[in-house]
């Protein structure tokens, strides 16, 4: 997801789709460990944006 796109959301919104995210992460970790994850750039992805989503809650914060 793009950062312009995550820019236009509200803080909760932000908040639910970095749940999502963890979420995710750890049904790709589980996947990893038993050798079914086939897209494994999957994993990369979901990093950077939990990383875009709270640079983004950070800059929001400061800016407060």
Known sequence: MKASELRSMT?????????DYHQELFNLRFQVATGKLSNTARFGEVKKDVARIKTILRERELAA
């Open 11 to 19: 803080n909760a919104e932000l908040a639910n789709k970095l749940d």
